[in-house]
């Protein structure tokens, strides 16, 4: 019985001795898998990163378009001189306002013989939300996108 012990004992050492010689002859083979290995983990951490930034700018770009197509709508409503108490008109002027609201008094809306209104004011604003919008993008880029 001790004598198995024993034996068993000497087998696990010459066992272990064995994947110790083979762990220590792979050293540099070891330090090259782990430098893989820790290239391959920053690889995925950029492309999480990249894949935020670039949700996060689609999120924005989506919403200014949206934006965009209500505030041109408004101003195609204003020029054909569409009627403010129909439902639909109503509805794109109540939304739109707030919108407009900061542009209204910059620049005076000429009205067109018989047609409606030149809204002067919608295109400003058209134009100052899509670069809000572009800049809104490139902030979210150089704090969330890849590294340079």
């Given at each position: 019985?001790v004598g198995d012990r024993i034996i068993a004992l000497a087998?696990?050492?010459?066992?272990?001795?064995?994947?110790?010689?083979?762990?220590?002859?792979?050293?540099?083979?070891?330090?090259?898998?782990?430098?893989?290995?820790?290239?391959?983990?920053?690889?995925?951490?950029?492309?999480?990163?990249?894949?935020?930034?670039?949700?996060?700018?689609?999120?924005?770009?989506?919403?200014?378009?949206?934006?965009?197509?209500?505030?041109?709508?408004?101003?195609a409503l204003r020029l054909t001189g569409a009627n403010p108490?129909?439902?639909?008109?109503?509805?794109?002027?109540?939304?739109?306002?707030?919108?407009?609201?900061?542009?209204?008094?910059?620049?005076?809306?000429?009205?067109?013989?018989?047609?409606?209104?030149?809204?002067?004011?919608?295109?400003?604003?058209?134009?100052?939300?899509?670069?809000?919008?572009?800049?809104?993008?490139?902030?979210?880029?150089?704090?969330?996108?890849?590294?340079?």
């Amino acid at each position: 019985m001790v004598g198995d012990r024993i034996i068993a004992l000497a087998a696990m050492l010459v066992k272990h001795s064995f994947y110790f010689r083979k762990f220590m002859t792979q050293g540099p083979e070891r330090d090259r898998e782990e430098i893989r290995l820790q290239a391959e983990e920053e690889r995925i951490h950029r492309a999480q990163r990249y894949a935020v930034a670039s949700r996060l700018v689609g999120a924005v770009y989506y919403l200014s378009g949206a934006l965009e197509i209500l505030l041109l709508i408004r101003f195609a409503l204003r020029l054909t001189g569409a009627n403010p108490a129909n439902a639909f008109a109503a509805f794109i002027y109540a939304l739109s306002n707030v919108f407009v609201a900061p542009f209204s008094t910059l620049f005076a809306a000429p009205a067109i013989e018989q047609a409606g209104t030149f809204d002067v004011s919608a295109l400003v604003a058209i134009a100052v939300y899509a670069l809000l919008a572009w800049l809104a993008a490139k902030l979210v880029w150089l704090i969330w996108g890849p590294p340079t």
